[in-house]
Every structure is written in structure tokens, then in C-alpha cells.
């Protein structure tokens, strides 16, 4: 039932941002008390090979993200990942406090049909406990995300194409929102990075590095 969108992973990953017109990847590393960007690339994709979050020519997607990867100069191969679009489904509900993982879990998927308009097996589902309900103390609020697993699927297979390996399959405006929480001045560039190219560019790295970040606990 868990697909991962909330769980960190301790290993060393690369962001791959996937949009409807190019790729972004990045590599951070830790650098006093923020971050430093060890390697980072853009590549623009043919026309159509993403339309509104749906991933349509894996193979092109594929290369393209394989043919990106020596500008990084990394031996990282984790990779994390974002979905994104219509099918992404995410809400704040309210549980009983003191449940374990298993019985939440039994509990959302009893009664998925309340939240989630796709059938149950066609869907990827986490959640993870926010804290206690400011209604009503004995309850907490617990943010569910769900996805339909066509959409992951895609993404697995690209990484795959590239020699990647996917170890985390975030949504994609958690990624933004965790990008948006640190003081992005931290993201210093590694000695491999142009200074006043990421200058330029590092607005539009915000998902990639917020995918990325999930190497850190």
C-alpha cells in the first residue's frame, strides 16, 4: 500500500525533476550548516514528451536523462523523483491518536472510496501523522498522498533507461515546499559548479533541489 512519498532515505540522491518541457537534475551535498550543490544539469525535451504530468515517450525521456549524467562528474546512481499532476491526490484527515502504522493503513484503505476517485488497486497510497488535532485532542491529523501507479511506474522506467535507480518517489509540491523551507542562499555551488551560472539558474532548480534533500535527515 506505501509507496515511499513521505519515508527519507539516508543514501545519497540525485533530483530528477521531470516537467512537461525539460529535465533538472542535482546533486547536493552537505556544506557547514546548509547545503552545497555538487553537480547540476538541464536538458529540454522533444515536444509532447510529457503533457500535464503524464510521462508519453519514456524512451526519449530516458536518453535524455542518460546523456545528462556525465555533466555531473557523480558516481550517485539513488535517485528521487516527483509525481506530479491531476492524478496526485493529497488531504489532511482526521484519525484516531494512538493507532499504529498497520491499523491506520487498514483504516485508509477501508475506507479509501471517501478520498481516493480510482479504484484501490490501480493506486499507490502513504500518509504520515502531522500532530495532534487542534479540534479535538484525541485525534491527529494525518496528511495522505495517493497517486495512481501508472504515473510511478513511468518514472521508474525512465530512471531504469538512464542506469538510475529509483529509491524515493516524492509528489511534487512536497518537493517545492521543502525546497522553499530552507534559505536558498545555503545552496552554495561545489568547486564543479559555476558560481554566476547558478546564479542564473538556480530559480528554476527549486523541485530538484527539494527532491534532492532527501538524501539529509
Known sequence: MRKGFFTRKADALLGVDINDTAIRLVELGRSGNGYSVQGYATQALPARAVVDGTLVDLESIGRALHAMLPRLHTLARGAAVAVAGPSVITRVIDMAAGLSDDEMAWMIQAEAD??????????????????RSAQDPDRVEVLLAACLKEHIEAREAVLALAGLVP?????????????????????????????????????????????????FA
Do not use: N
Not at 114 to 131: H, K, M, S
Not at 168 to 185: H, M, P, Y
Open 114 to 131: 471517501q478520498y481516493i476517485p480510482y479504484p484501490l488497486d490501480e493506486v499507490a497510497i502513504d500518509f504520515q501523522v502531522q500532530g
Open 167 to 215: 529509491k524515493v518517489i516524492d509528489v511534487e509540491a512536497f518537493a517545492l515546499a521543502r525546497a522553499c523551507s530552507q534559505d536558498f542562499a545555503s545552496f552554495t555551488p561545489g568547486h564543479r559548479v559555476d558560481g554566476a551560472q547558478w546564479a542564473v539558474d538556480a530559480h528554476g532548480m527549486g523541485i530538484a533541489c527539494g527532491l534532492a534533500l532527501r538524501s
